[in-house]
């Protein structure tokens, strides 16, 4: 399995941007498919953004055109890039990943099924 290792999160007024990154162990990360999810108080957790090990790249409606997610395997790592926003993108982001997983499965990624990180805390004022 892959240890992942968040950072990159902090406290942004509405409309500012944040870079958070995953960095990765390990030798193989280019097969692995990662995914980023966030979960804020009270609420499930949500799917946000993936890149797959066969570079399809997926996000959430409501992160669309103000997201970007990209990887750097030779850093053994996927960013997700967040402009634009919101109050209600306050949550913990968490990335996840899976080895050789298809884009249109990475949404449902568990904790049995995938390695995740820590988290790191996004918070947006208003």
């Known amino acids: 399995q892959v240890q992942l290792v968040e950072s990159g999160g902090g406290l942004v007024q509405a409309g500012g941007s944040l870079r958070l990154s995953c960095v990765a162990s390990?030798?193989?990360?280019?097969?692995?498919?990662v995914a980023w999810f966030r979960q804020a108080p009270g609420k499930e957790r949500e799917f946000v953004a993936a890149?797959?090990?066969?570079?399809?790249?997926a996000y959430a409606d409501s992160v669309k055109g103000r997201f970007a997610i990209s990887r750097d395997n030779a850093k053994n790592t996927v960013y997700l890039q967040m402009n634009s926003l919101k109050p209600e993108d306050t949550a913990i982001y968490y990335c996840?990943?899976?080895?050789?997983?298809?884009?249109?499965?990475?949404?449902?990624?568990?904790?049995?099924?995938?390695?995740w990180g820590q988290g790191t805390q996004v918070t947006v004022s208003s």
């Open positions: 890149f797959s090990w066969a570079n399809g790249i």
């Open positions: 996840a990943a899976r080895q050789r997983t298809p884009v249109s499965a990475l949404a449902t990624l568990t904790t049995q099924t995938a390695s």
């Open positions: 390990g030798r193989t990360f280019s097969s692995y498919s």
